[in-house]
């Protein structure tokens, strides 16, 4: 009696591939429990009775006015102000996830259609999305923002339109440059000759075959996009305070040299960008060994020459 052959499919071929990934899947439950805190921020202010803005006066600062360090009340210490910082770290990782995914969906999407559009059709319409691709890339961000906050003021909306509006050109770039290779491919060809229009061949034929790298490039934009409002906020330019962000959680911290009495308000706020932004990071590169095993299998090969090189 003949075995039984199970098909797999490229779905299911791929999560076996990318739950392989030992450091990737460690970066996925980091990114889970981390959306978890975010959604979940009102409870953990419902679970120690503390507001992300409330300021305890008496418990939440020593006799001489400083925070309080790490403790049973205060499980991550208090600010400068008596607030709990924990509370305030599960707000601001909703604020920074917030940003950091949509920013990077719209980003993706404006990047998509600009890139397929330059790759697709070429000539004058590739030139000029080009150069605006690249007048984009060259306009400096920080005298862009400084700029619009002196018209404007600071605003959740407005830092998220400024990092769409620097971070969709990468996005843009990297699909033009797959248009180009694949719009020459046979079944591309093949639809064209039988009467398929422009919009039909970019939507049916050629995006599919683009998902692989915009997944993976979504994905490392998310970082970027959380470190961008960071800055933002460190700076001024983002988040208005009362409300939790973590670049404006470091920025409270660096007024009056605070953070050399509370190593705290630097230490918590500063690892969670740290390990926030390198869980992406690891997760977009199992997610590009996962959707493209080549790329994995040229890693093994260059771990066994580099292995046999040293080999005694």
Not at 7 to 13: A, D, K, N, T, V
Not at 139 to 165: D, E
Request: hydrophobic share 55%; aromatic share 8%; net charge positive.
């Amino acid at each position: 009696m003949s075995a039984e052959v199970k098909q797999r499919g490229s779905f299911e071929l791929t999560m076996r591939r990318l739950l392989a990934d030992r450091a990737g899947l460690v970066a996925l439950v980091f990114i889970v429990l981390l959306a978890a805190a975010a959604l979940g921020a009102d409870a953990i202010a419902a679970l120690t009775g503390h507001s992300p803005v409330a300021q305890f006066l008496t418990t939440g600062l020593t006799p001489t006015g400083l925070p309080v360090p790490p403790s049973g009340e205060f499980l991550f210490g208090t600010d400068q102000l008596g607030r709990d910082v924990l509370v305030r770290l599960a707000y601001g990782a909703r604020i920074s996830l917030a940003i950091g995914v949509l920013a990077s969906l719209t980003a993706a999407v404006i990047g998509i259609t600009v890139g397929l559009v330059a790759g697709y059709f070429g000539g004058w319409i590739d030139v000029v999305l080009g150069r605006l691709m690249d007048l984009v890339m060259s306009i400096p961000v920080l005298l862009c923002m400084l700029s619009l906050v002196a018209v404007f003021g600071p605003s959740l909306p407005l830092s998220l339109a400024v990092i769409v509006f620097f971070s969709w050109t990468t996005m843009g770039r990297v699909i033009r440059g797959q248009v180009l290779s694949l719009k020459e491919r046979e079944f591309v060809l093949a639809s064209r000759s039988m009467g398929a229009g422009h919009l039909s061949i970019m939507v049916t034929d050629i995006l599919p075959n683009l998902g692989a790298p915009i997944i993976i490039y979504t994905t490392m934009m998310v970082p970027t996009s959380i470190i961008f409002e960071a800055t933002l906020s460190f700076l001024g330019l983002g988040i208005v305070p009362p409300a939790p962000s973590w670049g404006g959680m470091l920025a409270e911290a660096a007024n009056n040299s605070i953070y050399m009495f509370a190593w705290w308000l630097v230490l918590f706020p500063g690892l969670a960008l740290l390990f926030t932004t390198l869980s992406f990071n690891i997760l977009g590169d199992a997610l590009r060994d996962a959707l493209d095993p080549a790329s994995m299998r040229h890693k093994v090969q260059k771990k066994k020459k580099t292995a046999v090189g040293t080999a005694p």
